[in-house]
């Protein structure tokens, strides 16, 4: 595994990281996480470098596959108990630097006239493209400021029926607006894929599903056994949790001036099925002026509550999982696991991590558990 050290804005190489430990995660909807440990012996200079949001950290193989890429963070040198020094690297993806940007245009100040009015040409309005396309243009607005770019590969502009808007004065932080967007009914997932040139270059492609496919996922359906004499998955650990079982759903919304809105959703197949009464009550979404939103927003949650979650970790062979993103498709085939019964169960890959010189990566799967 290569570590790279880039500038962020510009993407170029700086120095290969000389580390003697690295690690990646990535997952659905969420930065990427990237740690690297440098040694610190004499001879080499670690401290020019250490300076947060400036350069980027890549890990890739040697064919220039690139696991992750991330934003350096908060750096640290230190000395552990066998009195060896050492230096923490560790970064996290594109989004974190659009959690410091707001939904505002380029030309933005003053956002209040003479008067104390807000001024409505400092608003933020985009329509007429899909939720993926509106994502895309909150960052690319982020972007058209002095300073606010990466180097990026962006989708072509795809057309719809979504319109959305954002008031300048509230001061809504980028990132928070586009996970809204992946939030709401209908909404689609995002990605941030890194990538590097033959010179080292560092760029993401920022793609996004489309509105009838809210998912994002490759072109592979992976399937692993996990018996057999050489099987390719160890440690496959089992996870059962109610933590979005709900038998009823409410959400109030409209509370400006005094207006309330409120939406319910309720079924009877928990209690059928013999599990206790169970209430979620959701206020956050104060900015719903339509009642049908609303009520949309509410069965979405009932639907997704009707049944227990099961997550599965376990570590799979690199070279089964070759290409193998956050976000794909597996069949998993149980043989002799000494909990799962016997058979093929079909899951999706929330996470996916691994380390240099590993032959096998970390993988977290989810899928409803039946009964």
């Known amino acids: 595994?290569?570590?790279?050290?880039?500038?962020?804005?510009?993407?170029?190489?700086?120095?290969?990281?000389?580390?003697?430990?690295?690690?990646?995660?990535?997952?659905v909807c969420r930065p990427d996480d990237v740690k690297v440990t440098l040694p610190g012996y004499i001879g080499r200079a670690?401290?020019?470098?250490?300076?947060?949001?400036?350069?980027?950290?890549?890990?890739?193989?040697?064919?220039?596959?690139?696991?992750?890429a991330g934003i350096l963070g908060i750096p640290t040198g230190d000395t552990d108990t066998d009195g060896l020094n050492h230096?923490?690297?560790?970064?996290?993806?594109?989004?974190?630097?659009?959690?410091r940007?707001?939904?505002?245009?380029?030309?933005?100040?003053?956002?209040?006239?003479s008067e104390g009015y807000p001024i409505a040409a400092r608003d933020t309005t985009i329509e007429n493209v899909d939720y993926g396309t509106m994502m895309k243009r909150l960052?690319?607005?982020?972007?058209?400021?002095?300073?606010?770019a990466v180097p990026v590969v962006w989708e072509a502009d795809r057309s719809g029926s979504r319109e959305k808007s954002w008031l300048a004065v509230e001061g809504k932080p980028v990132q928070d607006a586009v996970?809204?967007?992946?939030?709401?009914?209908?909404?689609?997932?995002?990605?941030?894929?890194?990538?590097?040139?033959?010179?080292?270059?560092?760029?993401?492609s920022f793609v996004t599903a489309r509105d009838s496919v809210q998912e994002l996922t490759s072109a592979f359906w992976h399937t692993w056994q996990s018996g057999g004499e050489e099987p390719d998955l160890r440690g496959l650990a089992v996870k059962v949790s109610p933590e979005f079982m709900v038998q009823t759903a409410i959400f109030m919304g409209g509370k400006s001036d005094d207006r309330v809105m409120a939406a319910r959703a309720t079924g009877t197949k928990l209690i059928n099925a013999g599990f206790p009464l169970s209430e979620v009550w959701?206020?956050?979404?104060?900015s719903v002026s339509k009642q049908s939103t609303l009520d949309a927003w509410a069965q979405r949650r009932l639907t997704e509550g009707q049944a227990p979650v099961q997550y599965w970790s376990f570590d799979v062979r690199a070279e089964r999982a070759?290409?193998?993103?956050?976000?794909?498709?597996?069949?998993?085939?149980?043989?002799?696991?000494w909990l799962i019964p016997d058979g093929s169960y079909a899951r999706r890959v929330l996470e996916v991590s691994g380390g240099a010189d590993d032959d096998w990566f970390g993988v977290v799967v989810a899928g409803e558990t039946a009964w």
Not at 55 to 64: K, R, Y
Not at 139 to 148: D, E, I, N, T
Not at 282 to 286: E, R, V, Y
Request: charged share 25%.
């Open 1 to 27: 595994m290569r570590a790279i050290l880039h500038e962020t804005v510009t993407g170029e190489p700086v120095t290969e990281l000389e580390f003697s430990k690295a690690s990646w995660s990535t997952g």
């Open 46 to 68: 670690w401290w020019p470098y250490m300076e947060p949001r400036k350069f980027a950290i890549s890990l890739s193989e040697d064919d220039g596959r690139v696991h992750a």
């Open 87 to 99: 230096v923490e690297m560790p970064g996290q993806g594109v989004e974190t630097l659009y959690s």
């Open 101 to 113: 940007r707001h939904v505002l245009p380029p030309v933005w100040w003053p956002l209040v006239d």
């Open 139 to 148: 960052y690319q607005q982020a972007f058209a400021h002095p300073g606010g």
């Open 179 to 204: 996970e809204d967007i992946s939030q709401l009914e209908g909404g689609v997932e995002w990605d941030w894929v890194p990538q590097l040139d033959a010179n080292d270059r560092l760029s993401w």
């Open 282 to 286: 959701d206020s956050s979404h104060s």
């Open 322 to 337: 070759v290409g193998l993103r956050h976000g794909d498709w597996c069949t998993v085939e149980v043989a002799d696991h």
